[in-house]
């Protein structure tokens, strides 16, 4: 019998070698690849119940026993409350807000009937109580338990509870493994077990699993495929905003997206995010544009903001911050080709308003108004939405769901779009008036306060 080879395991980006190395080759990082012992083979059975084969109609239905955690953001990024048996990832840098999140539906759960275990490897009981208590919530309906080894938290979990909540994974263990808290093998072995254990009983899991600064997911990313959904929460450290994602969902759409603002007693669910991604907006400057993006199913009002001015180094900087830096690069040329826009000696910088990330082509035309409206230092109309995807050779192109955008843009508050005509044409949208253009060109129109740039052009066309 051939012996099993070892493994080594990156514990930062989860890059497996089969030679020791002292630095990763993935993401650079000294000394963190570390031996991954094997998992006993007969661990596994242990947790395991005995399979047997069925029709699809003898298993019963999962959909219907939804339940709401009593978060209303953190239901809607999970598609619609906790279904039975889904192990939930929760991904976060340290002090983001995961356990204050986990505590606060671990009560609305609670209000539901439903009764939930929190599994706390990093705060003691104490701790705990004190965080719930300044939250406000009701003592007597959460139940803890302060520890980190597999087997005891299993040995507990066997009482009647409807949720397991555990914070962290990178503090569990499993004793006869060996090595550290946190290794790869030890990640690997706790959250399969305690996901058997959950999937065997119907109880909804959640893991905590924090992530480094740099946003690499030390540990937790060999994880992403053991579990059914993995959300990730994010927010400046300056800011209050907090924005939870969806990255995977086997019971859910991906990419629904749940803000919340930490506030002194907990994190408050914000209902309408467009007014807080554009609260802060300064009235009659340039360079900024509004784009109704869609996040999910959910459309929402995001400030983009440029400033462009002259360079004084030899290869200007292009920066950007919420969107894609290749993108805004890409569009930077865009309109340095056609529309003769002189950006070749000018720093230009992009910035999403609000620590808010676009992942959007539908915003494109938008980050090229900003950069047009600094550039001519004329601000664009206040009540003008800006969308559309911009192509490479200048055309502008359709974006989906217009009305649904057009609505929430209608309903903030604006009352002009200017987007793809194609789309335009057809779309309803009541008190909105309409700019419809095709090119990239069309922009720069005294409509949208903007000058045009034809004489510009035909000197550089004539080069
Ligand atoms: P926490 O939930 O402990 O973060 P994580 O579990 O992701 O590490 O949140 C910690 C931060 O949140 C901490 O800096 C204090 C702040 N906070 C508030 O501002 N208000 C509150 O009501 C609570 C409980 C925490
Ligand atoms: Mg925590």
Redesign the pocket.
Same mark, same amino acid.
Do not use: C, Q, Y
């Given at each position: 019998m051939s012996k099993a080879r070892a493994r080594f395991v990156c514990v930062k980006c989860g890059y497996v070698s089969p030679v020791r190395l002292g630095r990763c080759p993935e993401c650079r990082e000294w000394g963190s690849l570390e031996e991954e012992e094997k998992p006993r083979p007969e661990s596994k059975a242990a947790f395991g119940k005995a399979s047997s084969v069925l029709s699809l109609d003898m298993i019963p239905e999962g959909e219907a026993d939804r339940f709401s955690t009593g978060v209303g953001e953190l239901d809607r990024v999970l598609g619609g409350g906790l279904i039975r048996g889904v192990v939930i990832l929760l991904s976060? &840098?340290? =002090?983001?807000?995961? !356990? *204050? /999140?986990l /505590?606060q539906a671990a009560a609305g759960i609670a209000r539901e009937g439903k009764k939930l275990l929190y599994v706390s490897g &990093?705060e003691s009981g104490a701790q705990l109580r004190l965080?719930a208590q300044? /939250?406000g919530l009701p003592l007597e309906d959460l139940f803890v338990l302060s520890e980190t080894s597999v087997p005891e938290i299993l040995k507990l979990a066997e009482g009647p509870y409807d949720v397991l909540v555990v914070? !962290?994974v990178q503090t569990l263990r499993v004793p006869e493994l060996g090595g550290p808290a946190g290794s790869p093998a030890q990640l690997k072995e706790s959250a399969f077990a305690l996901s058997t254990f959950a999937k065997s009983r119907g109880a909804p899991l959640f893991l905590?699993g924090?992530i480094t600064k740099e946003g690499s997911i030390a540990g937790p990313k060999i994880l992403e495929h053991l579990v059914d959904t993995v959300l990730y929460?994010e927010g400046e450290k300056d800011r #209050?905003v907090r924005i939870l994602r969806s990255f995977k969902n086997r019971f859910g759409r991906v990419n629904e997206l749940g803000v919340f603002e930490? *506030? =002194? #007693? =907990? /994190?408050g669910e914000v209902k309408n995010p467009s007014e807080l991604f554009i609260a802060e907006r300064a009235h009659g400057v340039s360079g900024s544009a509004i784009t109704p993006v869609l996040e999910g199913r959910r459309p929402l009002l995001m400030e983009i903001q440029a400033l462009v001015s002259p360079s004084f180094i030899p290869v200007p900087r292009r920066q950007s911050l919420g969107a894609d830096p290749s993108r805004v690069g890409l569009l930077a040329a865009v309109l340095e080709k056609k529309v003769g826009l002189r950006l070749f000696d000018q720093d230009l910088f992009v910035n999403v308003a609000g620590g808010a990330r676009i992942t959007e082509p539908a915003a494109d035309l938008a980050i090229v108004a900003a950069i047009g409206s600094s550039f001519q230092d004329s601000p664009l109309p206040e009540d003008l939405v800006v969308l559309g995807e911009v192509g490479l050779t200048g055309e502008i192109r359709r974006v989906g769901r217009m009305d649904d955008r057009l609505k929430e843009a209608g309903r903030m508050g604006f009352r002009k779009v200017l987007g793809p005509a194609a789309e335009l044409e057809g779309c309803s949208a009541a008190g909105i008036k309409k700019i419809k253009v095709n090119r990239v060109e069309e922009l720069f129109s005294p409509e949208i306060g903007l000058r045009p740039l034809r004489a510009v052009k035909k000197r550089r066309e004539s080069f």
């Open positions: 976060g &840098e340290p =002090g983001v807000g995961k !356990s *204050t /999140l /505590l &990093e965080r300044r /939250l914070d !962290s905590v924090h929460f #209050n930490m *506030t =002194g #007693n =907990g /994190l």
